[in-house]
């Protein structure tokens, strides 16, 4: 059993979460807190699983909880917050959090697929502590630099926190425009990107049907929706979710490479499932450099790994190399 603290200033939204957690049947709540510092007083003294955390809360906010939790704790900590909040809901990964929710998903009718997809994630983050040391990293360092068309990303859980690291690490004059897959609880993108412009050197816009990519800019796929590049620049494909995912950056990375073909550069970060492997498959098939983050940086290894595991990765990066590689790989004359 998932020993569970739920957070919540609300007593309704404690028990809609206690409801659904219970309905599972790996999860044992073992207490609650209506605000951030009895949170971090209950999270000392029953040393939980997982802590589920809300952002505003009366005196100590959810921020600064998380902050203080995890001076003594690598236990699993999920913000469930509300959209007015979903900017600091991201600040919440880089202080520690490890992923994020809508509440709307816990008070409305959701789907079989989205139930299992949340539960997965729960009990996936609660292992992450006792995540095995990395293989060995692989840094090929042959490729010669040239024009580059674009990068597609790719994205999911512990995503944000990587994202974050590595757009801050690009500069301003980056040459090639960037497109990015970040799986989102559905209606987080906007503040998604708000959240991420703050820290990117380049310009960070939610995509837009039409715009032809240009340098400066990472263009980011809003949340239920493919984003793809056709001839005439950015498309949606409004088709079924790709291993269950919607965006899949399978997607993105198909269309690119068959519009760009060698001039492609594709990264895989850290997150649960496959998607993306198929499209490293694709991007190395059309002549493009392929590049997953390693095991040890990554908070869940699944989708870099299912990459790997295709054959088609150039190389394997700990996150902190992976802009100045793109920097490297693009810088010509």
């Given at each position: 059993?998932?020993?569970?603290?739920?957070?919540?200033?609300?007593?309704?939204?404690?028990?809609?979460?206690?409801?659904?957690?219970?309905?599972?049947?790996?999860?044992?709540?073992?207490?609650?807190?209506?605000?951030?510092?009895?949170?971090?007083?209950?999270?000392?003294?029953?040393?939980?699983?997982?802590?589920?955390?809300?952002?505003?809360?009366?005196?100590?906010?959810?921020?600064?909880?998380?902050?203080?939790?995890?001076?003594?704790?690598?236990?699993?900590?999920?913000?469930?917050?509300?959209?007015?909040?979903?900017?600091?809901?991201?600040?919440?990964?880089?202080?520690?959090?490890?992923?994020?929710?809508?509440?709307?998903?816990?008070?409305?009718?959701?789907?079989?697929?989205?139930?299992?997809?949340?539960?997965?994630?729960?009990?996936?983050?609660?292992?992450?502590?006792?995540?095995?040391?990395?293989?060995?990293?692989?840094?090929?360092?042959?490729f010669v630099t040239r024009s580059f068309s674009c990068v597609v990303?790719?994205?999911?859980?512990?995503?944000?926190?990587?994202?974050?690291?590595?757009?801050?690490?690009?500069?301003?004059?980056?040459?090639?425009?960037?497109?990015?897959?970040?799986?989102?609880?559905?209606?987080?993108?906007?503040?998604?990107?708000?959240?991420?412009?703050?820290?990117?050197?380049?310009?960070?816009?939610?995509?837009?049907?039409?715009?032809?990519?240009?340098?400066?800019?990472?263009?980011?796929?809003?949340?239920?929706?493919?984003?793809?590049?056709?001839?005439?620049?950015?498309?949606?494909?409004?088709?079924?979710?790709?291993?269950?995912?919607?965006?899949?950056?399978?997607?993105?990375?198909?269309?690119?490479?068959?519009?760009?073909?060698?001039?492609?550069?594709?990264?895989?970060?850290?997150?649960?499932?496959?998607d993306g492997a198929e499209g490293t498959r694709i991007v190395k098939?059309?002549?493009?450099?392929?590049?997953?983050?390693?095991?040890?940086?990554?908070?869940?290894?699944?989708?870099?790994?299912?990459?790997?595991?295709?054959?088609?990765?150039?190389?394997?990066?700990?996150?902190?190399?992976?802009?100045?590689?793109?920097?490297?790989?693009?810088?010509?004359?």
């Amino acid at each position: 059993m998932i020993k569970t603290l739920i957070v919540d200033d609300s007593q309704l939204v404690r028990s809609i979460i206690r409801d659904f957690l219970e309905s599972d049947g790996s999860f044992e709540i073992i207490g609650e807190a209506e605000n951030g510092k009895d949170s971090v007083k209950a999270a000392r003294e029953l040393t939980p699983d997982l802590v589920t955390m809300d952002i505003e809360m009366p005196g100590m906010n959810g921020l600064d909880a998380i902050v203080e939790i995890r001076k003594f704790s690598s236990c699993g900590i999920v913000v469930i917050s509300t959209h007015d909040t979903a900017k600091m809901a991201y600040d919440a990964t880089v202080k520690g959090a490890h992923e994020f929710f809508s509440k709307d998903i816990f008070t409305s009718v959701i789907s079989e697929e989205k139930r299992k997809e949340i539960f997965d994630t729960l009990k996936q983050v609660t292992k992450i502590k006792n995540k095995g040391c990395a293989l060995n990293i692989s840094s090929d360092s042959s490729f010669v630099t040239r024009s580059f068309s674009c990068v597609v990303i790719a994205s999911s859980t512990g995503g944000p926190m990587a994202l974050c690291q590595l757009c801050s690490g690009l500069p301003e004059n980056f040459s090639a425009p960037i497109m990015l897959v970040q799986h989102n609880t559905s209606g987080f993108d906007k503040g998604f990107v708000q959240w991420l412009d703050g820290y990117a050197h380049l310009n960070v816009q939610l995509a837009a049907e039409g715009t032809v990519p240009s340098s400066g800019y990472i263009y980011v796929a809003p949340t239920d929706r493919h984003l793809v590049i056709n001839d005439k620049g950015i498309a949606f494909d409004d088709s079924e979710p790709v291993n269950n995912q919607k965006p899949a950056a399978d997607l993105l990375f198909k269309s690119a490479a068959e519009v760009y073909r060698d001039s492609v550069i594709s990264v895989v970060l850290t997150g649960m499932g496959s998607d993306g492997a198929e499209g490293t498959r694709i991007v190395k098939q059309y002549g493009g450099i392929t590049i997953a983050q390693d095991e040890n940086s990554s908070m869940i290894y699944g989708m870099p790994q299912a990459a790997v595991d295709t054959g088609s990765v150039d190389m394997v990066l700990p996150l902190n190399e992976i802009a100045p590689k793109l920097v490297s790989l693009t810088s010509w004359e």
